[in-house]
């Protein structure tokens, strides 16, 4: 599967993105599909994650309450709605897929396809 993001930004804090990741191939609604993000400097991290029919969500706490995923099977696409960015949100985004369709809190050894990320830059 190949996976394309976008909808990044440079944003004021406070401030809101969203984000989309739309994925080619005909088995999307078959994989379970993570956001992670890497800061510069940092390691990549789980952000959010969502089962392969969208029934569990899964949230990294210091984002839980002002992001949101959600994926639309019929348009082969998953989303993360951003609120209330904060500065030290700032980072490149990546969507992920992952064969299995459960997702938790994981690292990014556990995805097995990534799109190219896409750059939130959230000002104060």
């Known amino acids: 599967v190949q996976l394309q993001a976008c909808g990044g930004g440079l944003v004021q804090a406070g401030g809101s993105l969203r984000l989309s990741c739309a994925a080619s191939?005909?088995?999307?609604?078959?994989?379970?599909m993570g956001w992670f993000r890497q800061a510069p400097g940092k390691e990549r991290e789980f952000v959010a994650g969502?089962?392969?029919?969208?029934?569990?969500?899964y949230y990294v706490d210091h984002v839980k309450g002002r992001f949101t995923i959600s994926r639309d099977n019929a348009k082969n696409t998953v989303y993360l709605q951003m609120n209330s960015l904060k500065p030290e949100d700032t980072a490149v985004y990546y969507c992920?897929?992952?064969?299995?369709?459960?997702?938790?809190?994981?690292?990014?050894?556990?995805?097995?396809?990534w799109g190219q990320g896409t750059l939130v830059t959230v000002s104060s």
């Open positions: 992920a897929a992952r064969i299995f369709s459960a997702v938790t809190a994981m690292g990014p050894e556990s995805f097995d396809y």
């Open positions: 969502i089962s392969n029919i969208g029934g569990r969500t």
């Open positions: 191939g005909r088995t999307f609604s078959s994989y379970g």
